[in-house]
């Protein structure tokens, strides 16, 4: 299995977007995203690369897998 890495900001927000999440709202330079069921929302930092910390406490948030993430990744 791949190495979750730092990737670009618009990427991983596409990755969300397909997803199903929706953007609400943007604060300075966090970008909130929700979905319904999800209980919070996704905050991605428009960073040239997202730190994997992020990456991952995002997709643990959303409730997606890393085989789903390689998957929507993949198919971007």
């Given at each position: 299995?791949?190495r979750?890495?730092?990737?670009?900001?618009k990427?991983?927000?596409?990755v969300f977007?397909?997803?199903?999440?929706?953007f609400?709202?943007?604060?300075?330079s966090?970008?909130?995203?929700?979905k319904?069921?999800?209980?919070?929302?996704?905050?991605?930092?428009?960073?040239e690369?997202v730190?994997?910390?992020?990456?991952r406490?995002n997709?643990?948030t959303?409730?997606i897998?890393?085989d789903?993430?390689?998957?929507?990744?993949?198919s971007?």
């Amino acid at each position: 299995m791949p190495r979750i890495t730092p990737i670009h900001w618009k990427l991983l927000e596409k990755v969300f977007l397909a997803n199903g999440f929706h953007f609400v709202r943007q604060e300075g330079s966090h970008r909130s995203y929700t979905k319904p069921g999800i209980s919070r929302p996704i905050v991605i930092p428009t960073y040239e690369e997202v730190p994997v910390a992020i990456i991952r406490k995002n997709l643990q948030t959303a409730g997606i897998s890393r085989d789903e993430y390689f998957r929507l990744l993949k198919s971007m």
